[in-house]
């Protein structure tokens, strides 16, 4: 039984890694990025419970078939599909799964209900008890999941304009001008059966719609480099953030090689208190710097070290450069700091704790309306929340997903409060039900980048005597 359920894992997974694309107008092939997923539960629910998780690349290059290059003109025809989910969903057992899976379908109907799909969006889920893979069983069913980074493609506005890493479910749904032979899974959810709640207080829906947000573009990349290095202080002499870095990891080594695009939730991230000032732009400097080196996993060398060491002194020395990185690194450990600016000219406030940075937490979600320190000293309680709660870092507990729908009556959509529309809109998703003037983003036509330098990045390790250094896509994790 064991050995056919972990080969049911795999099978979910060799199909699901999930990639970023860029078009080679040269040599007119697919550059692909793909992500090494973890093959055992074990190391599932390890990333579930590690703030700095690691997306490891590997890049593939595919043959065009047709020419890529077609530019057209005006909005495509589109229909909008009424159920766009293709949920795949794999059980561990019966008894895990029970009726989970309705309640995954309960979740993609609220966000259906509330966005225009115009292709399908293929996920893969897999269901199945952490508590049994985790070597401390405290506190194991709070850890309600993980939905790993989306497939990425680079795309841009305009030839000219800077490009930006869009999840494939929302690149299916623009016009773009190019055929895109896209993967054939979207992004990955692995829900945690270990937590049963009561069905008066059963939330579930609720989790599975927050990791679906998730997966269509709810996210970002900056990272401080506390993130990347532990015991940072012992070699630099502030925090500062950087722009994501590609790597390409094998058995051996892992090889540094440049930048990658911010994603385009980054691109609308602001200073709440100067909503003019978008903070990517603070950290643009940095890319001026070469990052090319290789270090071996296991036993880096003296040379491998220096090099690594090397390298990121340099973007610390850079005085304008990294004037930019400590500013960013200070505002996303800073309460009330953080913002996204929505096309309307709204400000929403991103989620921060009082002095602390956190990966999984800090960022990718909506501040919830009271003061937290860190993420393990808040508890939301049903009288303190606003309609966005969907997307807050932490559950709502004890409190059905109905409940807390028909405690919002206001609001326009069922369980996704306007914050998070707003937030998804100037992403490029269209409200579904809204007039044409709000939903401008289907009339653009999007490039795909020509720059030679886009990837997707990560981690490392490295020290005198093995220092971690991850370099990482943040994988959101959602906790009570």
Same mark, same amino acid.
């Given at each position: 039984?064991?050995?056919?359920?972990?080969?049911?894992?795999?099978?979910?997974?060799?199909?699901?890694?999930?990639?970023?694309?860029?078009?080679?107008?040269? !040599?007119?092939?697919? /550059?692909?990025?793909?992500?090494?997923?973890?093959?055992? @539960?074990?190391?599932?629910?390890?990333?579930?419970?590690? &703030?700095?998780?690691? =997306?490891?690349?590997?890049?593939?290059?595919?043959?065009?078939? *047709?020419?890529?290059?077609?530019?057209?003109?005006?909005?495509?025809?589109?229909?909008?599909?009424?159920? &766009?989910?293709?949920?795949?969903?794999?059980?561990? $057992?019966?008894?895990?799964?029970?009726?989970?899976?309705? %309640?995954?379908?309960?979740?993609?109907?609220?966000?259906?209900?509330?966005?225009?799909? @115009?292709?399908?969006?293929?996920?893969?889920?897999?269901?199945?008890?952490?508590? %049994?893979? =985790?070597?401390?069983?405290?506190?194991?069913?709070?850890?309600?999941?993980?939905?790993?980074?989306?497939? #990425?493609?680079?795309?841009? *506005?305009? !030839?000219?304009?800077?490009? #930006?890493?869009?999840?494939?479910?929302?690149?299916?749904?623009?016009?773009?001008?190019?055929?895109?032979?896209?993967?054939?899974?979207?992004?990955?959810?692995?829900?945690?059966?270990?937590?049963?709640?009561?069905?008066?207080?059963?939330? %579930?829906?609720?989790?599975?719609?927050?990791?679906?947000?998730?997966?269509?573009?709810?996210?970002?990349?900056?990272?401080?480099?506390?993130?990347?290095?532990?015991?940072?202080?012992?070699?630099?002499?502030?925090?500062?953030?950087?722009?994501?870095? %590609?790597?390409?990891?094998?058995?051996?080594?892992?090889?540094?090689?440049?930048?990658?695009?911010?994603?385009?939730?980054?691109?609308?991230?602001?200073?709440?208190?100067?909503?003019?000032?978008?903070?990517?732009?603070?950290?643009?400097?940095?890319?001026?710097? *070469?990052?090319?080196?290789?270090?071996?996993?296991?036993?880096?060398?003296?040379?491998?070290?220096?090099?690594? =060491?090397?390298?990121?002194?340099?973007? *610390?020395?850079?005085? /304008?450069?990294?004037?930019?990185?400590?500013?960013?690194?200070?505002?996303?450990?800073?309460?009330?700091?953080?913002?996204?600016?929505?096309?309307?000219?709204?400000?929403?406030?991103?989620?921060?704790?009082?002095?602390?940075?956190?990966?999984?937490?800090?960022?990718?979600?909506?501040?919830?309306?009271?003061?937290?320190?860190?993420?393990?000293?808040?508890?939301?309680?049903?009288?303190?929340?606003?309609?966005?709660?969907?997307?807050?870092?932490?559950?709502?507990?004890?409190?059905?997903?109905?409940?807390?729908?028909?405690?919002?009556?206001? $609001?326009?959509?069922?369980?996704?409060?306007?914050?998070?529309?707003?937030?998804?809109?100037?992403?490029?998703?269209?409200?579904?039900?809204?007039?044409?003037?709000?939903?401008?983003?289907?009339?653009?036509?999007?490039?795909? $980048?020509?720059?030679?330098?886009?990837?997707?990045?990560?981690?490392?390790?490295?020290?005198?005597?093995?220092?971690?250094?991850?370099? $990482?896509?943040?994988? #959101?994790?959602?906790?009570?």
């Amino acid at each position: 039984m064991k050995f056919y359920k972990n080969i049911l894992l795999l099978a979910s997974l060799l199909v699901a890694n999930a990639h970023y694309v860029k078009r080679d107008f040269t !040599k007119k092939k697919y /550059e692909i990025y793909k992500n090494a997923v973890p093959t055992s @539960y074990e190391q599932i629910v390890k990333d579930a419970n590690n &703030p700095n998780r690691v =997306m490891k690349l590997k890049k593939f290059e595919v043959d065009a078939t *047709e020419d890529l290059f077609k530019i057209n003109k005006g909005k495509y025809s589109k229909s909008i599909i009424n159920d &766009p989910f293709n949920l795949n969903v794999h059980c561990y $057992s019966t008894e895990d799964c029970e009726n989970y899976p309705a %309640r995954i379908q309960e979740g993609a109907y609220f966000i259906a209900q509330t966005f225009e799909f @115009y292709q399908t969006v293929n996920v893969n889920v897999t269901i199945f008890p952490f508590c %049994r893979y =985790m070597q401390n069983e405290s506190g194991c069913e709070s850890v309600m999941g993980i939905t790993y980074p989306p497939t #990425f493609i680079s795309l841009s *506005e305009t !030839k000219d304009s800077e490009p #930006f890493l869009y999840p494939q479910a929302l690149v299916k749904q623009l016009d773009v001008d190019s055929d895109i032979s896209y993967d054939p899974i979207d992004f990955l959810i692995y829900l945690n059966s270990s937590y049963k709640p009561i069905e008066s207080q059963d939330n %579930r829906a609720l989790i599975a719609a927050h990791e679906i947000l998730h997966g269509l573009g709810f996210f970002h990349q900056i990272n401080p480099i506390s993130v990347y290095l532990n015991n940072y202080q012992n070699y630099f002499n502030n925090d500062f953030a950087l722009p994501p870095i %590609r790597y390409e990891e094998t058995e051996n080594t892992i090889a540094y090689n440049g930048w990658t695009p911010f994603s385009i939730f980054d691109k609308y991230i602001v200073n709440s208190s100067k909503p003019d000032e978008y903070l990517y732009g603070k950290l643009e400097k940095y890319k001026t710097h *070469e990052v090319n080196f290789e270090i071996s996993i296991k036993r880096p060398t003296t040379q491998q070290y220096n090099k690594f =060491m090397s390298t990121f002194k340099a973007l *610390e020395n850079d005085v /304008e450069a990294n004037a930019g990185g400590i500013e960013v690194a200070n505002l996303f450990s800073t309460l009330n700091a953080v913002g996204f600016r929505t096309k309307d000219g709204k400000v929403v406030e991103l989620q921060t704790f009082d002095g602390r940075y956190e990966s999984a937490s800090s960022i990718s979600h909506i501040n919830v309306p009271f003061k937290c320190k860190s993420s393990s000293t808040c508890t939301v309680t049903n009288a303190s929340i606003n309609e966005n709660y969907l997307m807050y870092f932490t559950v709502i507990s004890k409190a059905s997903t109905s409940r807390l729908v028909n405690a919002f009556k206001e $609001s326009k959509h069922e369980l996704v409060g306007s914050d998070i529309v707003r937030i998804m809109c100037t992403l490029g998703w269209n409200e579904k039900g809204s007039s044409s003037d709000n939903n401008n983003y289907s009339n653009n036509v999007y490039s795909f $980048s020509q720059e030679n330098n886009n990837s997707s990045g990560s981690r490392h390790l490295a020290t005198p005597s093995f220092i971690i250094m991850i370099l $990482s896509f943040i994988f #959101f994790i959602f906790r009570y």
